[in-house]
């Protein structure tokens, strides 16, 4: 298909233009500590920032947020004392940071993103890469733009995760035959909505100040236009460890959805999906906060003629045969490993550039979104030229 085509195309030159010798590498964190900046101090962010400050080759230096309490919460959470702290990130961009991880609210990434690519910083962009369309176009143009010595990484953690990295390189090695069909599950539950139903924010603060109900969270997360549909902001990480071990786009999707215990913003609690891929495979999606809020069932399993891989943040497990199942659990968190990868990269001057993947992989997950709130076939041409 014409699109995917170009998609796969686009990702393989993108990946070509960032293999570069060392030595043509010129980066000022090389063999020093990589100052690290965070854009959006609230809820991830910080978790993010801590990882990268724990790591003895990165050091935070600089914190960015529009809300000041946001800012102090960061501070400790962290653990940095006397950071530089801007209100306007674009001030910490033109500051001597080498990087820049980015975590603020979903419809601003494009906005900041393109920011930080035209200041020549490395970039971690937490998921999704937007909201929308039209901002995954802009995430494109904007990583296709990079400087060849930039880090454009993508939250998208599980691509750094040991057990999902030992689990592709079986299938790489060809010794269990070809991926027939696949499944991703993201199932949990939340609290109950116990507090004030509030309407929609319509001020800055309203909008982006911690929530005080469900988790904590914000009140922009609870809205599409800020945030996205929930299959976006959550099932990407389903999508894009599909996409990863498929080494293809899909050509179409067909789902539904529904809202049956929300209260709150305007945000679905449970969507499923069937895509179509290239070679006649199929993936089945399901996702829901519908579950008790002690359950939590998270994983991907692939499925070839003689095995199963399963795939989650917790394990991989290898079915070889009826009663044959071996299983290796992760030494550590996903997100660590992630935040350690981007860090040594830098240090070490070995850019990698991710940023159309992690668009694609956000596309995919809005690909299934529209065919659910449609409930009907959506290809990929039709999703990518709506806006």
């Known amino acids: 298909m014409a699109t995917n085509n170009l998609g796969l195309s686009r990702r393989s030159i993108v990946k070509a233009a960032t293999i570069v010798p ?18 959006g101090s609230g809820r991830r962010g910080p978790g993010l920032a801590r990882f ?18 946001k800012i102090e919460r960061a501070k400790k959470k962290i653990g940095v004392v006397n950071p530089k702290t801007f209100k306007d990130y674009r001030e910490l961009l033109a500051s001597d940071v080498d990087a820049v991880i980015i975590a603020t609210p979903n419809h601003l990434h494009p906005e900041h993103f393109e920011a930080a690519i035209k200041a020549k910083k490395h970039i971690y962009l937490e998921k999704p890469v937007a909201n929308t369309v039209a901002g995954c176009k802009r995430i494109m143009r904007a990583a296709d733009s990079a400087d060849r010595n930039l880090n454009i990484t993508i939250g998208l953690q599980r691509r750094y995760a040991y057990v999902y990295k030992k689990a592709k390189a079986l299938f790489d090695s060809g010794s269990i035959g070809e991926i027939r069909m696949a499944r991703a599950s993201f199932i949990e539950g939340e609290e109950p909505e116990k507090d004030q ?35 976006v902001a959550a099932e990407v990480h389903s999508m894009d460890v599909v996409n990863w071990f498929l080494e293809s786009l899909p050509i179409k999707a067909i789902g539904t959805n529904g809202r049956t215990t929300r209260t709150r913003g305007d945000l679905t609690d449970h969507g499923y999906a069937l895509y179509d891929y290239p070679k006649g495979i199929q993936v089945v999606l399901e996702g829901s906060v519908l579950a008790p809020p002690f359950y939590r069932d998270v994983k991907e399993q692939f499925f070839t003629a003689t095995d199963v891989i399963e795939t989650a943040q917790e394990h991989w497990k290898h079915y070889q045969g009826r009663g044959q199942v071996v299983q290796e659990n ?48 959506v290809s990929w041409d039709e999703m990518m030229e709506s806006e």
């Open 330 to 377: 992760s030494p550590r968190s996903t997100t660590q490993d992630s935040i350690e990868a981007f860090v040594a990269r830098v240090a070490d001057g070995k850019p990698e550039n991710i940023g159309v993947q992690g668009a694609e992989s956000t596309l995919t997950a809005m690909l299934g979104s529209m065919a659910a709130n449609l409930r009907r076939e």
């Open 22 to 39: 060392f030595s043509a590498v010129a980066g000022s964190a090389a063999n020093s500590a990589v100052t690290v900046g965070l854009i």
């Open 52 to 69: 990268a400050e724990q790591d003895k080759r990165g050091q935070v230096v600089a914190l960015s947020d529009i809300l000041d309490e």
């Open 197 to 231: 139903i509030l309407p929609r924010p319509t001020t800055a603060r309203e909008r982006y100040q911690t929530g005080t109900g469900i988790q904590g969270v914000p009140r922009w997360a609870h809205w599409e236009e800020t945030a996205g549909r929930r299959m």
